[in-house]
Structures are given as C-alpha cells and as structure tokens.
C-alpha cells in the first residue's frame, strides 16, 4: 500500500486502518525472516524441532508488539491515544464476546442453528477470533454506551488483573451462575449486560447438545478402550532417539536470551522498554504498571483514600485507565464501523497457526467420534441430534 498517496484528510480514521495493515505486513515479514535465518533454523538440532516452530510463532507476535510499543514509549506524549483506543477494542471484543454466548445458549438449546457451527467446540474457535465471527450481529451504538456505563461502575472488572478468559466456557460460567461453588466467577460483564439488556433468561435454557455429545463420545471411547486393551498386549518398539530439549516460548530467560543473540540493537532496546523479559509472577508486576501509567502523564490524577498508599495508588490509575478507556470508545466504534463497512477482517493478534491447525485437528477427531458414537448406538452418521 502506498502511504504517499493517502489523502490525508479524507477520514481521521485512515492512521488506525494503516496501523492495522503494517501490522499485518509487518508480522508476516517477521515470521519470514526467522524461517530464512539459517542461524535460527539451526535451533532445530539443538531444540525439539516443535518447540522451536512454537517459540518462533509466539515470538514473532511478541516481537511486533516490541516493534509497536517500543516506538510508543519513545513517543509516549504524542500516541498515548492509541494505547486507550486499544483496550477500548478489547472492550469491543467483550461485547461480542456476550453475544457470542447468548447464541451459544440459543444453540445448546436446539433454538436456533448457525452456520458452520456443528458442534460445541466451534464455540471455543470463534471465542479466539470473536471479531470476525459471521453470525454475531454487529456492535450497535446503544452497546457501546452501555459498556462505557460499565467502566464507570462498580461491576467492573480489569480481565488482565482478575486473569479473565475462557470466555464461552459454558460449562462453568453457567455452574458459577447458579452456584457459589465454580471454579471461576460468573464475569461481571455478562452479569451487566444481562440486567440491563434482558438476557439473563438465556441462562435458564437447558443444554440438550451438550449431554447429547458427551453420550457419544462416551460410547466411542468405550470402544477405544477395547482397541487399546488388544493393542497394549503387542510389544512396545524400542526408543532409539534421545529426546531434545524444549525451546519454550513463555520462559523469561529462553526469550532475553533469542533477542540477544539474534536481534539487532534497536528491538533489544525495545525489547527493554517494554519489559518483555519481566517474570509474569513478580509480585510487583501490577504497582509497576501502575508506577508507569502515573507518571507517563500530566493529567491530575486524583489520589482515592486507602489504608495501603500503593492500593490507593492501584485504585488511582485503574480510575484513570477507565476514564481513558471511555473517552476511546467512541474512537474505538467508529474505527470498526469502517474496517465492518470496507469488509476489512480484523487482526487477531493471538492467532498462532500451529494452534489453530491442532485445534482443527480436534475438532474433526471429536465430529468422527461423536458420529462413531451415534452409529454404536443404532442412529445415522451425522450430527443431526
């Protein structure tokens, strides 16, 4: 795309499509040079070659965000915004990600069906791609005010700090709506949106897909268990090959260590500035983000009474991240509506195709058992249940 010949003022929006598609071009380049580097490839004998495959993937999304932010706190005064107008997208996302669930009651309950969703997995695909999902009615204004009242109330919940995921869950997100024993908590944003939208009645339709697959399943791995019984009694063949060690992408050490030894002086300077290499369990990990949020700013930032000055500090700057958050949304909104009206699909910065393809993978050995299933149990081979 050739920048020069934007006319600058036709949208004021046109910098975040642009952003959009740099970072697009910009991962893809990325994942290109590692796989070319005969140096990196050379990992492979030193590493179990899939590890290797997997740290590169997730280390080619850690190394656009390093690029991205790194330019961001060099200039912090001047693109501060676009900090606020990313997690007002993340906000986006949750309200998709509500809507996403209410079908997934609907469907559980033999209500409605949905294209390309055949079974209860499906759910967890689009919970990772939600911004694209075909079925889910586009985000409407009124949403959008309601989750600005939702920032600025009581209810709400910073899905980084309470480690919220997991979002069409629907086992246990329904188990912690109608007990206090749940392994997680029933999320604030859909306790939210139900009371103000009226759709609290979908959690009270009964899950007839569910039982049904499991019932399947359950016949089709009985009759794995008989294959394995007759298989268990053939000789193990003998293991020749020593086991490499697992190049892992998560570990802080095996991560400083990759951009030390293959990154150029700018992305390690970057890399320092973004804190890429801090440990996830450092206590102090939540008073530090805070620490750099209040001082990247010359707003007054009101200081809320607390017994503890850093949890008054920590209440200060989450006020503050809400505010900023909700003057974004708006941004935020009209951002979408033109990547929605351009049909421009939305970047999922979480995709990692090695994952997806396993997850595909699942998907179709869960549709043949569920079908086996069927069949030991007297009924056609199809999904139609």
């Not at 919220?164 to 024993?181: H, L, P, S």
């Not at 939210?192 to 089709?220: A, C, K, Q, W």
């Not at 001082?295 to 989450?318: C, F, G, M, Q, Y």
């Amino acid at each position: 795309m050739d920048n020069q010949n934007l006319d600058k003022n036709f949208t004021p929006y046109n910098k975040d499509i642009d952003r959009a598609l740099w970072r697009e071009q910009t991962y893809s380049d990325i994942v290109n040079e590692l796989n070319n580097n005969p140096e990196i490839m050379q990992l492979k004998e030193q590493y179990s070659p899939s590890s290797v495959d997997s740290f590169l993937q997730y280390y080619a999304s850690e190394k656009l965000s390093i690029l991205e932010w790194g330019q961001m706190y060099e200039q912090w005064d001047e693109n501060n915004n676009i900090r606020w107008v990313e997690l007002a997208n993340e906000g986006l996302s949750q309200i998709q990600q509500k809507k996403l669930f209410d079908l997934q009651c609907l469907w559980r309950a033999g209500n409605i069906e949905l294209e390309g969703v055949l079974i209860s997995h499906d759910f967890s695909r689009w919970e990772r791609d939600v911004m694209n999902c075909p079925f889910i009615p586009p985000i409407t204004r009124q949403e959008v005010d309601l989750y600005i009242l939702y920032l600025q109330s009581n209810n709400y919940e910073d899905t980084a700090e309470h480690g919220i995921d997991g979002w069409q869950d629907y086992d246990e997100i329904t188990e912690a709506y109608r007990t206090d024993n749940a392994n997680r908590n029933f999320p604030e944003w859909y306790d939210f949106y139900n009371g103000r939208m009226g759709t609290g009645i979908y959690m009270s339709f009964p899950d007839v897909r569910g039982p049904l697959e499991d019932f399947y399943l359950h016949l089709s791995h009985e009759l794995d268990s008989v294959r394995q019984l007759a298989e268990s009694k053939k000789p193990e063949p003998v293991q020749t090959t020593n086991r490499l060690p697992l190049l892992k992408a998560y570990d802080a050490e095996h991560l400083k260590w990759f951009v030390n030894t293959f990154e150029d002086k700018l992305t390690q300077e970057y890399a320092s500035l973004c804190n890429a290499f801090r440990d996830l369990d450092d206590y102090d990990f939540d008073w530090t983000s805070d620490k750099e949020l209040l001082a990247s700013t010359a707003d007054p930032i009101p200081v809320l009474p607390w017994h503890n000055w850093k949890e008054a500090l920590h209440r200060s700057a989450d006020w503050y991240r809400r505010i900023k958050i909700a003057e974004a949304m708006p941004v935020a909104y009209q951002s979408y509506c033109i990547r929605r009206d351009a049909g421009i699909p939305f970047e999922n910065e979480h995709y990692n195709a090695s994952f997806e393809e396993l997850m595909d993978d699942i998907r179709q050995e869960t549709i043949d058992k569920i079908i086996e299933g069927r069949v030991l149990n007297g009924e056609p081979p199809d999904l139609n249940f």
